[in-house]
């Protein structure tokens, strides 16, 4: 079976995956979900933090295992893991949940102002350190959790952490296209306030990757964790690997 890298996305850490991981360990996988740099901490990444950064991170992980690696990017870890594919030869394929997918010199934040208008960046301000945004307090709730309990949202909301802006800002380096060649799968959230579903299609479609829609908001793995895990299962086989 394949190994899982779960990535998780901007203000989040791997916390917001523990409802998935035993979901995908009963279908066979073994499943991963390291912190990206400085997620780890109620601190957050410090403003200096880069995309490389992170890419190199995951990167240094997937060469960590042996057999097929598929890397699984939610959010603004669709970027992420696609650098880190663009920096590994030990990647056998991409799932992108309700992510960003950027290919050689795009940004998230290109990507996302071609988008229609979003909830996301009315909830967003600036850290007092002028390199970094927070979520406004309690705004994760309708942002990233609509579909949730009122007890999965508080807790998520308490653990969001400020996110460096350089990761959104910076451009992709894929110069070889390693990561676009790659197998790659879609999962659309149809109900999703923070990564627009129109932009989603657009983004794999312009990829040429397959996908599947799911009806929930940004965080299915909060909100239907189950039915998150058949879809990768079924993404898997679509893609080849099992």
């Known amino acids: ?76 870890g669709g970027a992420v893991i696609t650098h880190a594919a663009a920096l590994s030869s030990n990647v056998a394929g991409l799932i992108y949940l309700a992510a960003f997918v950027p290919d ?34 309690g705004a994760g709730s309708d942002v990233f959790y609509a579909d949730c309990t009122a007890e999965d949202q508080s807790r998520a909301n308490a653990r969001l952490i400020p996110q460096p802006i350089q990761p959104i ?14 197998p790659a799968f879609g999962i659309i959230c149809t109900q999703d306030r923070a990564v627009h579903p129109d932009l989603q299609r657009d983004m794999c479609d312009a990829r040429g990757m397959p996908t599947s829609e799911m009806a929930a908001s940004h965080s299915p793995f909060l909100s239907v964790p189950q039915d998150l895990a058949d879809e990768i299962n079924k993404a898997l086989g679509k893609m080849g690997v099992s």
């Open 1 to 76: 079976m394949a190994t899982l890298i779960l990535v998780h996305g901007a203000w989040h850490g791997p916390w917001c995956w523990e409802r998935l991981v035993p979901l995908l360990e009963a279908k066979g996988h073994t499943v991963l979900t390291p912190a990206l740099p400085g997620h780890d901490t109620a601190d957050g990444a410090p403003a200096t933090t880069t995309l490389e950064d992170y890419g190199r991170a995951i990167a240094s992980v997937a060469n960590g295992e042996s057999g097929q690696v598929v890397l699984v990017g939610h959010s603004m």
């Open 104 to 137: 050689h010199g795009d940004s998230i934040a290109e990507l996302a102002g071609a988008a229609p208008a979003d909830e996301l960046s009315e909830r967003v301000a600036l850290a007092p350190d002028g390199g970094r945004t927070v979520i406004e307090d």
């Open 169 to 182: 800002t910076e451009a992709l380096e894929d110069p070889e296209g390693r990561a676009a060649s790659l």
